[in-house]
């Protein structure tokens, strides 16, 4: 019988949790997610830096999760500088921190930052050795792209990652890429296709477990199904899932649904309701950094305590939202500002 190295049982146990850390992620736990990636990072703390690069992303992803964005990209940071020390850094790992940086920076409207992430993870990807990390990086540049006011090839980079999804038969990896395609369409008002997109992401990610990613769409379906004018189906749907959402689980999206649950209020002339909602949401927002979310929150809140007469508190949120802009491809529902 060959005999297992200590080294080769601690790399076996690493990987592991790593599995274990994100079936935790799909299932919403976050703490518990935290606490495998730790494990796993901790399991390959005598190995080199690259061996950590994804113990360090899950932990990362875990804390964007619970709202704590500007924490995440800090993980990140330390992590891409840490590795880049090394003589020769292992380019896989170089570019799965590069493209998990890009979410969080764009959320705290770091955008620059974000574009110089996706830019930095294209210089690496003729090097990667994974085909699924590619894919990641044309799934995850996609957002910079909208910013840039580049939908089109937003579109194309999608495609891309999508050949390379089905290819490998990853279907958790496909079902994200839905989500983002549904994510640009509505971002671009093609709401038609953006329903389709996203309630096949929705399936996709309900039959694989995935809870709080699936709830996640399902917020984003939401604000498509109002702009469409199916105001009480989203409504129905909405309701159902705040329960799902919390201030340390999905809190961005915790956010978003309140902001339409504002929204839907005002349609139908409950300011009271509406300003609840949008009081909600700019906490969630302001606590978790979003910054194109909390000033599109801002701009709401502010515009109803000025149609009801409240000017010096209109005044307030408005500077509140100061110093941030929510622009195509900077919310997390979209456009921004909302054409409410």
Not at 26 to 34: H, Q
Not at 67 to 91: F, K
Not at 145 to 166: C, D, H, K, P
Not at 181 to 186: I, M, P
Request: glycine share 8%; hydrophobic share 45%.
């Amino acid at each position: 019988m060959t005999e297992i190295s200590a080294t080769e049982a601690d790399a076996e146990q690493a990987f592991a949790l790593l599995r274990l850390g994100e079936a935790a992620l799909d299932a919403g736990e976050l703490n518990k997610a935290r606490e495998y990636f730790a494990s796993a990072e901790q399991r390959f703390a005598d190995g080199p830096v690259a061996q950590r690069a994804a113990a360090v992303r899950g932990r990362a992803v875990s804390h964007l999760l619970a709202g704590e964005v500007r924490y995440a990209s800090h993980l990140l940071e330390q992590a891409i500088v840490q590795l880049e020390l090394d003589e020769r850094p292992d380019p896989d790992a170089l570019l799965l921190l590069h493209i998990a940086a890009i979410g969080p920076y764009t959320d705290l409207g770091a955008y620059a930052r974000a574009a110089r992430a996706a830019e930095q993870a294209l210089n690496l990807a003729p090097s990667a050795t994974d085909p699924a990390l590619v894919a990641l990086m044309h799934r995850s540049i996609a957002r910079t792209l909208i910013v840039a006011g580049r939908t089109s090839e937003a579109e194309a980079s999608l495609a891309r990652a999508q050949e390379i999804f089905q290819r490998l038969d990853l279907h958790t990896d496909l079902a994200h890429c839905h989500w983002m395609r549904g994510y640009v369409h509505a971002q671009d008002s093609d709401l038609e296709q953006a329903e389709r997109e996203l309630r096949t992401a929705r399936d996709m990610l309900a039959a694989g477990n995935s809870v709080l990613f699936t709830v996640q769409v399902e917020v984003e379906l939401a604000d498509v199904l109002r702009r469409r004018g199916k105001g009480p189906e989203a409504e129905r749907l909405l309701q159902a899932l705040l329960d799902e959402l919390t201030p340390w689980r999905g809190a961005v999206h915790a956010g978003g649904a309140h902001r339409l649950l504002g929204l839907l209020a005002e349609e139908r002339g409950d300011n009271e309701a509406a300003e609840e909602h949008y009081v909600s949401a700019l906490a969630l927002l302001e606590r978790a950094g979003a910054a194109g979310d909390l000033a599109d929150i801002c701009r709401l809140l502010g515009d109803l305590l000025r149609r009801t007469g409240r000017v010096e508190a209109a005044l307030d949120a408005y500077r509140t939202g100061l110093g941030h802009r929510a622009a195509i491809g900077t919310t997390t529902l979209g456009p921004a500002p909302a054409d409410s």
